[in-house]
Structures are given as structure tokens and as C-alpha cells.
């Protein structure tokens, strides 16, 4: 069963820096894609930044410059700096990995997101 646990979220002054953790297990890195998605109060769930299973690495314009995605062989990070007030969102860590309990989010260019971890809060004050 794939398994996702995200930490690290809490309240950082705009300018400010926080680093995400994803504890992932149940599945292979090298075989699927992993990655970060976002979802501010009353918008839509924002893909961020993904490791493709070939390890080449997209981010966003939104972020890119200021976070920085890394894993190690069970962990996924998110290095976000110089934080701004519209970062401020609930942060998941997602694979593509199917997964019969969650609908699958569908990124343009990659396979199906279909597991998901609970979230961690993130919120820049200004």
C-alpha cells in the first residue's frame, strides 16, 4: 500500500523559509513520478513541482527560482524560499502511482496523479 506523510508546514513571515518533508513508502521511486501540489482557500489544486521517474525535474513558473524539490531514497523534500503572502495553501505530496482510494488529478505531460498524502498548512504572513 503507498504511503505518504507530509510535515514541515507552520506560520513563516513573508521573505522566510520552510522546508517540506514527504515520507513515502509502498513503492519504487525510480519506477513513478512524485511531486508537489498546492490548494489555496478557494482555489483550485495548483500543480507545483514533480521528479519524473527518469529524474528530470519540472517546476512551475509560480515557484520557480524559489523552491527547490530533492528525495532521497524514501523522502521527498520541498525547499521553499523567500516565501510570499500567495503561498500561503495547504501543500500535498503525490505519486503516480494508481491508487484505488483517491480520484486520480491528471497533469498535462505526465501519468495520472493517483496517491496522495494528508497535506501539511503553509502560511506566510505578510
Known amino acids: 500500500e503507498v504511503q505518504l506523510q507530509a510535515s514541515g508546514g507552520g506560520l513563516v513571515q513573508a521573505g522566510g523559509s520552510l522546508r517540506l518533508s514527504c515520507a513515502a513508502s509502498?513503492?519504487?521511486?525510480?519506477?513513478?513520478?512524485i511531486g508537489w501540489f498546492r490548494q489555496a482557500p478557494g482555489k483550485e489544486r495548483e500543480f507545483l513541482t514533480a521528479?519524473?521517474?527518469?529524474?528530470s525535474i519540472f517546476y512551475a513558473d509560480s515557484v520557480k527560482g524559489r523552491f527547490t524539490i530533492s528525495r532521497d531514497e524514501s523522502t521527498l523534500f520541498l525547499q521553499m524560499n523567500n516565501l510570499k503572502p500567495e503561498d500561503t495553501a495547504v501543500y500535498y505530496c503525490?505519486?503516480?502511482?494508481?491508487?484505488?482510494?483517491?480520484?486520480?488529478?491528471?497533469?498535462?505531460?505526465?501519468?495520472?496523479?493517483?496517491?496522495w498524502g494528508q497535506g501539511t498548512l503553509v502560511t506566510v504572513s505578510s
Open positions: 509502498g513503492f519504487t521511486f525510480d519506477d513513478y513520478a
Open positions: 503525490a505519486t503516480t502511482t494508481p491508487s484505488p482510494n483517491a480520484t486520480p488529478v491528471h497533469v498535462p505531460g505526465w501519468d495520472p496523479f493517483g496517491s
Open positions: 521528479i519524473h521517474a527518469s529524474g
